[in-house]
């Protein structure tokens, strides 16, 4: 239940992208940030659950960390970024069975 809404959010904000640029509508940009997980009381017992491997790396990011990356944004945008960087790449990584 946790995965779904996000997928759906950067599903539709992706597509609502390649809607636009098609259409010669260049001055609007869509990005959507995806933290690694952020500290806050609902990840305390998350913390040592191997099921929960993929919500966050160990480290959890601090509120600033993330406003700084939409800093980041907000000059060149971008479709989809991870926060961390590194993040996005392992979870995309396929799994050797």
């Known amino acids: 239940m ?13 597509s609502t992208l390649a809607d636009l640029r098609p259409a010669g509508i260049k001055d ?9 997980g952020i500290w806050t009381p609902i990840l305390h017992d998350k913390l040592t659950d191997p099921a929960s491997a993929l919500s966050f790396s160990g480290r959890l990011l601090r509120p600033e960390q993330v406003v700084e990356a939409i800093r980041k944004i907000l000059d060149r945008p971008r479709p989809v970024t991870a926060v961390p960087a590194w993040r996005g790449l392992q979870a995309r990584r396929p799994r050797s069975g």
């Open 28 to 36: 609007i940009d869509i990005s959507c940030v995806c933290p690694d």
């Open 2 to 14: 946790y995965g779904a809404p996000k997928h759906a959010a950067i599903g539709f904000s992706l």
